[in-house]
């Protein structure tokens, strides 16, 4: 009998998730037909991969003011809305149409602030701030766009996006040896998806746990593509003590109302791993130290990191 239910469930999963392709594909083709009438997005949140990014497009959608990517759940039977498109790192192929046809038209747009008093859309694809062409494509594309990026110290970033790879089943490796292994997994694909030569990587989007906390290269390259008026670097430690601190700029850039809804919840939450070797995070902190340097520098503040400020560690925050 067991078997017999499960058959079903497995076969009822089946159809229900082929009925859902299918709608989605029927949707995306009508949304890419009528491309020409989607504006662009007002705001992209581009990185980083485990620094908050889930919470804060959550946050951002409720705002009533925020229209949702298509299609969204209440067009399909989803769990929740879309998030990021993923086009200026692994998509780009698909074509301008192709991403246009995430966004609210403009009848939407009128409709909506009929209702809100103003409108505006969103994504958020935490790899377009490491990758190598993102920041250039993006740019290109998306000429009044502006642009968020979420820091998270670099330690718990590194530890986090390698424990979430390790719960997935896709790390097997420890994390001092999945540090040691980095360089010789992603080769030289950095160097190829910068030229073209190379659409994706799977190494350089997910095995880079240590490269993609060195934040300062691809901060520096995002204000050369962009300048910096386009683009709102945040922490997500601010972020998680008072998201009014982080959301309130991007209003206030965006010229919509402030935040009155209640922000800042965890999402996406992991707990951080016990049995982190001390050793490795020491290492870990020497390796990034002349990073944040480079960060403060480049932005004018001291990021908000004590274990690089010489305070004592006041905890981890559980993400």
């Known amino acids: ?79 929740e809305n879309q998030k990021g498109v993923h086009y200026f790192d692994s998509h780009s192929d698909r074509g301008m149409r192709w991403y246009r046809s995430h966004f609210a038209t403009r009848p939407a747009h009128a409709v909506r602030r009929r209702s809100a008093g103003e409108s505006f859309t969103a994504e958020a694809s935490p790899y377009y701030f490491f990758h190598p ?40 490796l420890s994390l001092a040896d999945a540090l040691a ?27 880079t746990f240590a490269a993609q906390s060195e934040y300062a290269d691809s901060l520096e390259r995002w204000f050369d593509a962009a300048g910096r008026d386009r683009v709102i670097v945040a922490f997500s430690e601010d972020y998680y003590r008072d998201a009014h601190s982080v959301l309130d700029p991007i209003t206030e850039r965006l010229g919509v109302a402030r935040f009155a809804a209640d922000v800042g919840a965890h999402r996406n939450a992991a707990p951080r791993p016990s049995a982190i070797d001390a050793d490795v995070e020491a290492q870990l902190i020497e390796r990034f130290r002349p990073d944040v340097e480079r960060i403060a520098s480049l932005i004018g503040r001291t990021p908000p990191w004590p274990r690089f400020v010489g305070a004592s560690d006041d905890g981890h925050d559980g993400r």
């Open 1 to 79: 009998m067991a078997g017999t239910i499960d058959g079903v469930a497995t076969w009822t999963d089946q159809v229900t998730s082929g009925v859902r392709a299918t709608a989605r594909s029927l949707i995306r083709a009508g949304a890419m037909a009528t491309a020409d009438l989607r504006p662009l997005p007002d705001l992209v949140v581009i990185g980083v991969k485990r620094g908050g990014t889930t919470s804060l497009f959550r946050d951002l959608e409720l705002h009533p003011a925020m229209l949702p990517l298509v299609p969204s759940a209440r067009r399909l039977p989803l769990r």
């Open 181 to 207: 292994a980095e360089a010789d997994r992603v080769g030289d694909d950095a160097e190829r998806l910068r030229s073209g030569s190379l659409s994706t990587s799977h190494a350089h989007e997910q095995q």
């Open 133 to 172: 062409r993102a920041a250039h494509r993006a740019t290109e594309e998306l000429p009044r766009t502006h642009f968020v990026v979420l820091l998270r110290d670099p330690v718990e970033r590194t530890i986090s996006h390698w424990s979430e790879q390790t719960r997935n089943g896709v790390e097997t």
